[in-house]
C-alpha cells in the first residue's frame, strides 16, 4: 500500500462574517476567524454553541 500523501493548504486563515443561527426566536449573529498556521481551541460550557459553530 501507498503511504498517504498530506494534502490542502497550508497556512489558510479562516474569517466568517455575519454568520447567525437560532435555536429559539431571536437569531445570535457573530463573526469569527482563525489566523492562519496557528491552533484554534474551541472551548465553553455545554449548550454555549460549540457544535452548532463547527456543524
Do not use: H, Q, W
Amino acid at each position: 500500500m501507498t503511504p498517504a500523501k498530506e494534502v490542502g493548504a497550508k497556512g489558510a486563515a479562516v474569517r466568517l462574517e455575519d454568520v447567525s443561527f437560532s435555536y429559539g426566536e431571536a437569531p445570535f449573529r457573530f463573526d469569527v476567524g482563525f489566523a492562519a498556521s496557528k491552533i484554534t481551541a474551541i472551548m465553553g460550557p455545554s449548550g454555549s454553541g460549540k457544535s452548532t459553530l463547527l456543524n
